[in-house]
């Protein structure tokens, strides 16, 4: 108990000193989700909403496949993405190991399953709405993609902001792939790691409710710039 | 100058649903000009037979011609569904919807949007999500976006089924008005009033097939099966 509250006052302790290494960290952390949650919103999307209108053989299929690597354990994308990346892997050249870059692609192949998945769902149900009207308008694929996606934009907001609370709080893959190098890969999960072990339980503590604080701040922040809820029916 | 989608003529069109023949096998002609009214009891596939003009459905066998090429067809006619479809945007937006999809403007859509939201009077309404609507009032904004696009030939589903008095005797007004200006309409309805004030001419449906065809006043003054008897009677046809 008393570890909670020496960490919550050292969190506190931690903000007002306007430490620099920690807001390098919160930034770094920031950088490399919303990065990731932008990539793979942009990918995961469109593939939703693919999903969504149109027919084939292995539909069924597909989807059952994009819903379990919803699951996708992060230590095993860290591996996977740590040799592809490494000299003597097929990317090895670009050098990207143990950056920030590395990290982004990792969460990428992490959090897309979700949001291409949560896309899915949202838009398969605007898309037994619209179905009828969009078909009587003589839209074309791209035209019904993009207005579905548009008009459930609210919905997709929930799979992307599901997408963020995922790769936030993600440490295995990016501890991987990152490193956890001060000054270049570490971010606030890795920095709880090494802290705890370390045995430093109340910086860890302190570093665990910035990381919770941070991730309530930007879904707020979030909701208020998409005016979420305002339009509600009731 | 665009091409003139009809007439139409459907050939030995049927439709089927799960193997169960729904509508058909039809022959029918939609001529260039006039105000045609589908009437049946329920089930004996009217909106099936608004749905297979409109290209919702899809024939089985049968031939369906249009005085052009189907995309021509396609883009110059209109639908209004019974349970209108609207767009999860405001009212002005679900009416530039469709002006946009066409290539024209975001300025000249809206513009256009606004001359029929005025007309149709939801002006107070314009910026309100269309989900907030009444009834009455969602209906009449699907028929202003069903309009906008200015169809050659516009297909309404039971329009002002569900509605009150004041909302339908709207929407039959913007119909006539509609009807005035040249457009063709095809409708269906359940409403003998209705069909009485609006209909040229009728089409009969019963057990998914034609079962009489005419002018409107010939139809309803002097019927000539014992279906259509029994139904412009208002009695109860099984």
Do not use: C
Not at chain 2, 223 to 230: F, G, I, L
Request: glycine share 8%; proline share 3%; aromatic share 6%.
């Amino acid at each position: 108990m008393s570890d909670i509250v020496e960490g919550m006052l050292s969190a506190f302790r931690l903000i007002f000193s306007l430490d620099r290494d920690l807001f390098e960290i919160i930034f770094l952390s920031l950088r490399v989700t919303l990065t990731a949650v932008i990539i793979a919103s942009i990918i995961g999307m469109p593939m939703g909403a693919w999903l969504a209108i149109n027919r084939f053989r292995y539909r069924r299929l597909t989807i059952a496949i994009l819903n379990a690597l919803m699951g996708l354990p992060p230590v095993v994308v860290g591996l996977i993405v740590y040799i592809i990346l490494s000299r003597s892997g097929p990317l090895g050249v670009l050098n990207l190991l143990f950056t920030p870059t590395a990290m982004i692609i990792a969460q990428v192949i992490i959090i897309t399953p979700l949001i291409a998945s949560i896309s899915h769902q949202a838009i398969r149900d605007l898309w037994a709405e619209y179905h009828d009207l969009l078909i009587s308008l003589n839209t074309t694929k791209r035209q019904r993609i993009f207005t579905l996606i548009k008009d459930a934009k609210r919905s997709l907001l929930t799979a992307s902001l599901a997408g963020f609370g995922r790769a936030i709080g993600e440490v295995g893959a990016i501890m991987i792939v990152g490193g956890n190098i001060d000054h270049l890969t570490r971010v606030l999960t890795t920095a709880i790691a090494l802290e705890t072990g370390k045995g430093d339980f109340a910086f860890a503590l302190a570093l665990g409710f910035i990381l919770i604080a941070l991730a309530i701040i930007v879904n707020l922040a979030i909701h208020s710039i998409s005016k979420t809820e305002r339009g509600s029916t009731w | 100058m665009v091409e003139r989608i009809l007439p139409l003529s459907i050939k030995h069109s049927t439709v089927k649903k799960h193997g169960k023949r729904i509508i058909g096998p039809i022959d029918i002609d939609i001529s260039e000009d006039g105000f045609t009214i589908i009437m049946g009891p329920n089930g004996s596939g009217k909106t099936t037979l608004l749905r297979l003009l409109h290209g919702l459905e899809r024939s089985r066998g049968g031939e369906i011609n249009w005085n052009t090429d189907l995309e021509t067809a396609r883009l110059n006619q209109s639908y209004v569904f019974q349970t209108p479809i609207l767009l999860r945007r405001t009212a002005v937006e679900n009416i530039m919807y469709p002006l946009l999809l066409r290539g024209i403007t975001k300025e000249e859509a809206s513009q256009n949007a606004k001359e029929w939201i005025a007309r149709i009077k939801l002006d107070t309404s314009a910026n309100l999500n269309a989900k907030l609507l009444s009834g009455g009032e969602k209906q009449k904004l699907a028929l202003a976006r069903a309009l906008a696009t200015k169809p050659q030939l516009l297909i309404l589903d039971e329009p002002t089924a569900n509605l009150d008095g004041t909302a339908t005797k709207e929407i039959e007004s913007l119909l006539q008005e509609t009807r005035r200006s040249g457009t063709r309409i095809i409708m269906t309805t359940h409403d003998l009033g209705q069909a009485k004030r609006l209909a040229e001419d009728v089409v009969f449906l019963y057990q998914g097939n034609i079962h009489e065809r005419g002018e409107a006043k010939n139809f309803f003054k002097s019927p000539t099966t014992n279906e259509a008897k029994v139904f412009t009677a208002g009695e109860i046809l099984e």
